[in-house]
């Protein structure tokens, strides 16, 4: 079985306008500009920017500073209108980079290890510009043995972070954890990378090859390398994942701009093994075939030889497959969730450390019965 993935026609051009050279990528925004009506316009139309964003998903419109950057040596009338939610951008982000350097260093001196994950690497290694991508939180893991001690730590001076019962309560099922400050800003911390791999010991690979990276004001951070940040990008961003909400787009500008920063250092073989021991071979070739097709991303040969020949497991094909099924006959609903739940034990889960699979299957319907009374600030 392939997977498929078709883009709407706005988040095409968008996506497009933003991460194609300028050159190409001009013409597709122009015809966004034509779909909306601001094909010709005038500089003091109040409706101008309400007609651009309106009609489009929030993930499209987390596109317009990257599309501003992209375009701006264009000369396109348009795209100096950007501006604003350009600067923006750059200032929220200068908020979650100051209160990221408070965590790292907090970290360093309380002997916790600490990774950054997503957005900040993402922002000052390989955009290398804070006002291209928005972040809507901050994103830091710790080894798997020092997450009390991680807990706690954020919740004293000078952090001061909130967390929530809920998911104290369910600690040992989750991979992370918010912990929110009085200005809400919103600190995710990790014990794990991935929530399907919520177990001592899946994270090795990952602290085993982390990368040095110097924050603005010295402090010295850790990030994943730059195989592993790409496959993090496309697992967690896949739209296997996402089939029944809001589809996300930032993983396409994120593994784009990792590839073109980094390459040269990308070893392909280890991606896909990664891809097959953790479960996740259909996001990943899902992911690269939509940026090899859509977005002109190359490859290697031997890349493109394991997108063809390939196949994941039967397990995978069949959780997979179950994921963007939705019914509203309660009987159908029940057996497809236990079916899936049995699936996606088998396939994250089985011979690893942890509870048995009853158990397991037990505390995830528990969280979900639970999550109706959740004290977050916020829906995640």
Same mark, same amino acid.
């Given at each position: ?73 264009? &000369? !396109?009338?348009? $795209? ?13 982000? @200068? #908020?979650?980079? =100051? ?36 972040? &809507? !939180?901050?994103? $830091? ?13 954020? @919740? #004293?001076?000078? =952090? ?221």
């Amino acid at each position: 079985m392939r997977y498929y993935y078709q883009l709407l026609p706005d988040q095409q051009l968008l996506l497009k306008a933003a991460v194609l050279p300028a050159a190409e990528a001009l013409p597709y925004w122009q015809a966004y500009r034509q779909a909306r009506g601001v094909g010709r316009f005038s500089p003091t139309d109040q409706s101008l920017l309400p007609r651009l964003f309106d009609p489009v998903d929030w993930e499209s419109q987390r596109l317009m500073p990257l599309i501003y950057r992209n375009l701006e040596p264009t &000369g !396109d009338a348009l $795209v100096p209108h950007l501006r604003g939610i350009y600067r923006y951008t750059w200032m929220k982000n @200068q #908020r979650h980079l =100051l209160k990221m350097q408070q965590v790292v260093r907090v970290f360093n001196e309380a002997g916790i290890e600490s990774m950054m994950l997503k957005g900040i690497p993402l922002t000052l290694h390989y955009y290398a510009d804070a006002g291209v991508r928005m972040m &809507g !939180d901050l994103d $830091v893991m710790v080894p798997f043995e020092q997450a009390t001690q991680a807990i706690a730590c954020i @919740q #004293r001076p000078p =952090l001061n972070l909130r967390v929530s019962q809920y998911e104290t309560r369910h600690r040992d099922t989750i991979h992370a954890m918010h912990g929110w400050d009085a200005d809400k800003i919103d600190v995710d911390l990790h014990w794990h990378l991935l929530s399907q791999h919520a177990y001592p010991s899946a994270d090795a690979p990952f602290w085993n090859n982390r990368q040095t990276i110097t924050l603005p004001d010295s402090t010295p951070a850790y990030m994943l390398s730059a195989t592993h940040q790409l496959f993090h990008v496309l697992a967690h961003g896949s739209p296997l994942f996402h089939a029944t909400t809001t589809p996300i787009l930032r993983w396409i500008p994120d593994s784009l701009a990792v590839c073109r920063r980094a390459d040269p250092t990308i070893d392909w073989t280890e991606l896909a093994e990664l891809a097959r021991q953790y479960g996740l071979t259909a996001p990943i070739q899902l992911g690269l075939r939509l940026l090899t097709d859509e977005f002109g991303l190359a490859l290697p040969d031997s890349v493109h030889r394991w997108l063809h020949d390939a196949r994941p497991s039967a397990t995978e094909q069949t959780y997979y497959s179950l994921l963007p099924v939705k019914s509203s006959n309660m009987l159908s609903k029940a057996y497809r969730y236990i079916r899936k739940q049995q699936l996606a034990y088998n396939l994250f889960r089985k011979g690893k450390p942890g509870p048995s699979q009853i158990r397991w299957m037990y505390k995830q319907a528990r969280m979900r019965y639970d999550w109706k009374n959740h004290d977050l600030p916020y829906d995640v």
